[in-house]
């Protein structure tokens, strides 16, 4: 799944960020999509890249990893599940100056 969300100034892209994900395994993917979209409602607001760092509900578990600030970062989310890796992304985030 790719992803992405783009604000525009002045007809010019502002802030860019695109992300590409993939579930593993034979797993249920409304069951990795639901714990997801929950993770994302925790987003710190002094972090806003997606969702919070570690998330848990019931035995999956969430992380995101990233690096940089809001004008310029990258990162990974995981989902894990028994030790075992089910989903997988890898975030990038650009924006451009104001003028």
Known sequence: MEEGQSFFYKNKPFWIMVYYGIVINEIKIDSVYRVLRNALIKMPGDYPYRGPK????????????????????SGEEKII???????????????????
């Open 54 to 73: 570690k998330y848990k509900e019931n035995n999956y578990i969430y992380q995101n990893i990233w690096n940089g600030k809001i004008d310029r970062f």
């Open 81 to 99: 599940i028994s030790n075992k890796l089910i989903y997988n992304a890898i975030i990038r985030q650009c924006c451009n100056k104001m003028k």
